[in-house]
């Protein structure tokens, strides 16, 4: 009797069509005829590790030898390979299963743990003249990194992983029964498909380590309280494979002691005297671009608003500037002078006269 296909090639019944093109290469390698004149075993041998791979490399091919063998295959009995016509409509709808439960697995098996990092989140305090210019900024993020010492495989220096005997690597544990096929996490890696056996001593076996490293960036002007800003790839990192989550830097803007802002507007109040007020006059208004003169026009009320157009918050994300508005408030004297008492009555004398 000729050997099994997959003992010839050195594999498992549950090899994937990866395995089976590696272990083929390697033999053919071995025993291929150019690398072995003069000797009929080897000849023999590479004709019979081709014939596997062409059998066990086609889907179809495979399917038929896993469950009737070839005439030649000990255990399985025989009469040859069954002819097309066997591809009945029940062995269909038990192909169609089958694939379906097999490419559900190999999605869940240790091939598909490249899972993202995690999302992490830093609350930024600024005060709003940084709001207003923008800034370039030095944070500290707190966050795991891979081991320096392991560089993320978790084992100790000189040593690797090494495929988990139970599951032989898959990560799980699968048993059909009739139609199904079910997919059970190897208890023995935990779902990895390998093992340590000598732990990293710097990171005990995780393959990561906290750390805290500093970042420069680049907080644009106009930011609001509540802004969020987007740092790809700066956030955590979940293993060898896996792709860094993002850094999310939530803006928090301090209040101010003159300016209340109300979207892209900034709003102040400004206080003038009685007479300046009455009479009017030229006023130095605080902006946060500087001081800039505005004219209060005689008769001024309390409570009256101002607009100085582009004086407010730059639009974040566009175009030009917000506005100032100016609230007026009239300082009323709490201890008056008698003659600001007697130029008070006079006034209010002729009011009525008019």
Not at 51 to 69: H, I, M, S, V
Not at 90 to 100: L, S
Not at 315 to 340: A, C, H, M, N, S
Request: proline share 8%; net charge positive; hydrophobic share 30%.
């Amino acid at each position: 009797m000729k050997q099994d296909y997959y003992d010839l090639l050195g594999l498992d019944p549950e090899a994937t069509s990866e395995e089976i093109k590696k272990a083929y290469r390697r033999l053919a390698h071995q025993y291929h005829p150019d690398k072995n004149p003069g000797n009929p075993q080897a000849e023999e041998r590479f004709k019979r590790i081709s014939e596997a791979y062409q059998t066990l490399q086609d889907p179809r091919k495979r399917a038929a030898y896993d469950r009737f063998g070839s005439s030649v295959r000990p255990g399985r009995g025989g009469g040859g390979v069954p002819p097309e016509d066997f591809f009945s409509r029940q062995e269909a709808v038990h192909d169609f299963f089958e694939d379906f439960f097999d490419d559900f697995i190999q999605a869940m098996g240790p091939r598909s743990r490249r899972t993202r990092g995690a999302d992490l989140r830093y609350n930024l305090e600024i005060t709003l003249e940084q709001a207003f210019s923008g800034m370039d900024r030095e944070i500290k993020i707190p966050r795991k990194i891979l081991c320096p010492m392991c560089q993320g495989n978790r084992c100790a220096p000189g040593s690797q992983p090494l495929p988990c005997p139970q599951c032989h690597g898959r990560g799980s544990l699968r048993t059909q029964r009739g139609f199904f096929i079910t997919d059970a996490t190897c208890p023995r890696c935990q779902g990895l498909g390998h093992i340590i056996l000598r732990p990293c001593p710097h990171c005990n076996g995780i393959g990561r380590v906290q750390a805290t490293q500093t970042l420069k960036m680049r907080i644009p002007p106009g930011v609001m309280g509540g802004t969020r800003l987007r740092i790809r790839g700066e956030g955590e990192k979940s293993g060898t494979r896996g792709a860094r989550g993002d850094l999310y830097i939530v803006i928090a803007v301090m209040k101010h002691p003159l300016f209340a802002r109300l979207g892209n507007d900034l709003v102040g109040e400004l206080k003038i005297s009685l007479s300046q007020a009455i009479d009017g006059a030229e006023i130095e208004v605080p902006t946060l671009s500087g001081k800039v003169t505005m004219k209060i026009p005689a008769g001024t009320t309390p409570g009256r608003v101002f607009i100085l157009k582009s004086k407010g918050m730059p639009i974040l994300d566009g175009e030009g500037y917000g506005d100032q508005r100016v609230k007026i408030q009239v300082e009323i004297p709490k201890r008056p002078t008698q003659r600001q008492r007697q130029i008070l009555k006079e006034w209010k004398r002729k009011s009525l006269d008019i």
